[in-house]
């Protein structure tokens, strides 16, 4: 039914990086999803579209609970179901959310249509190197980039610009399985670009006195970073 995702799309989802067991833990024992968030769900996990495992669900309840975030960029819509999951659990946030798949879109726009109660939710449509740059500057308190992973280095210095001083940025999937801690000559071909992507968003990130960043072993790997000063500077060497 749906093309975007094949049932051998997204390896890396499939190869916990944490105790196998521990993670079915997580996402047994913490709260599930009621109404249309589950239904939502389980279509995502049933279609093989890969949106944020549950143990991330129940990360996000709490951070958007705590936080109340005002404003709220998201890169990597899908069929919408983090946003949505974002709006009902801060229900005073403008949530931008940006996806490029005409497939997802189509879903995103009839869920939001949908289950966006509050109008809380504001989808832009295409590649988000093209639509970042039009973005307000020093405004958005939280972001959440679940996007191509290789591309996180290449549009984080504009997603930077965006980020009020004290705002937070998360970014999923940046484990690779467990490759990013391996030689890249172990790792397969095909996964070598995403590899040195993360690579160079490790090395601009981590030990950046303009950032607080936090390594979180959950899902395929969360890391979350702290904007410390209004101009970061990522020191990334020119390609
Ligand atoms: C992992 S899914 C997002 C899942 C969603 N955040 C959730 O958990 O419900 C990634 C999405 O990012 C979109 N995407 C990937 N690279 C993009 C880019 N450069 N610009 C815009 N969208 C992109 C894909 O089309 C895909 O729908």
């Known amino acids: 039914m749906v093309e975007s995702y094949s049932k051998n799309a997204n390896h890396n989802m499939r ?19 009621t109404g ?4 939502l769900e389980d279509f995502a996990r049933q279609e093989n579209i890969p949106v944020i495992p549950h143990e991330t669900v129940a990360y996000f309840r ?15 819509t899908a069929i919408g179901f983090s946003a949505l999951l974002m709006a009902e659990n801060s229900p005073h946030s ?8 005409e497939e997802m879109i189509g879903f995103a726009k009839e869920n939001f249509a949908k289950f966006d109660s509050r ?30 992973k290789s ?5 984080l210095p504009e997603v930077l610009k965006k980020v009020k001083v004290g705002g937070l940025v998360v970014l999923d999937d940046i484990f690779q399985g467990g490759d990013v801690a391996k030689d890249i000559m172990e790792v397969r071909r095909g996964q070598r670009t995403i590899y040195r992507g993360l690579q160079r968003l490790f090395d601009a990130t981590l030990d950046n006195p303009d950032l607080t960043a936090s390594l979180i072993s959950m899902s395929d790997g969360l890391l979350m970073l702290r904007k410390n000063v209004e101009n970061v500077d990522l020191k990334l060497a020119e390609n």
Do not use: C, H, W
């Open 15 to 33: 190869r916990p990086i944490v105790k196998e067991e521990i993670v079915d833990f997580m996402r047994t024992r913490q709260a599930q999803n």
């Open 36 to 39: 249309f968030l589950k239904e």
């Open 62 to 76: 709490l951070l958007m609970q705590t936080l109340q975030p005002e404003r709220i960029l998201e890169i990597g």
């Open 94 to 101: 403008q949530i931008t959310t940006i996806d490029r798949n």
């Open 119 to 148: 109008k809380q939710i504001e989808l832009l449509e295409g590649e988000a190197m093209d639509l970042l740059p039009d973005l307000p500057d020093d405004s958005y308190d939280f972001v959440f980039m679940d996007s191509a």
């Open 151 to 155: 591309k996180y280095i290449v549009f």
